[in-house]
């Protein structure tokens, strides 16, 4: 992905996470290495950010990949969705016929 493609997944991404973060009352910012249990998600609103990953991004997570540690943080997350990202683009190139099923 280019850096400009970066910046635009890495800006969803926390969008996603301000979303449950303030359905939880909580609206200070997050940095992007912060732990997100330690912010305040709970487990529930840890399965409601991998779906809501998977909706903005039009990705399937395979669940080997449903983990704590790729959702720890906002920069985990970020490096999720660039791999899943490359690996779909790539996919669809080698074969066209394929499509993502969501």
């Known amino acids: 992905m280019s850096s400009i493609t970066d910046l635009a997944a890495n800006d969803r991404v926390v969008g996603l ?3 449950i973060l303030q359905r939880r009352g ?3 910012p997050i940095l992007a290495d912060e732990d997100l249990r330690q912010a305040g998600l ?3 609103d840890m399965v409601n950010l991998m779906l809501a990953v998977e909706a903005e991004f039009d990705l399937k997570i395979p669940d080997a990949d ?3 540690q790729n959702f720890r943080s906002i920069s985990a997350i970020d490096a999720l969705v660039a791999m899943l ?3 779909k683009s790539g996919n669809e190139r080698a074969f066209p016929g394929l499509r993502a099923e969501g």
């Open 17 to 19: 996470v301000q979303e």
């Open 26 to 28: 909580i609206g200070r």
């Open 42 to 44: 709970n487990s529930l």
């Open 66 to 68: 449903m983990t704590l």
């Open 85 to 87: 990202l490359r690996d």
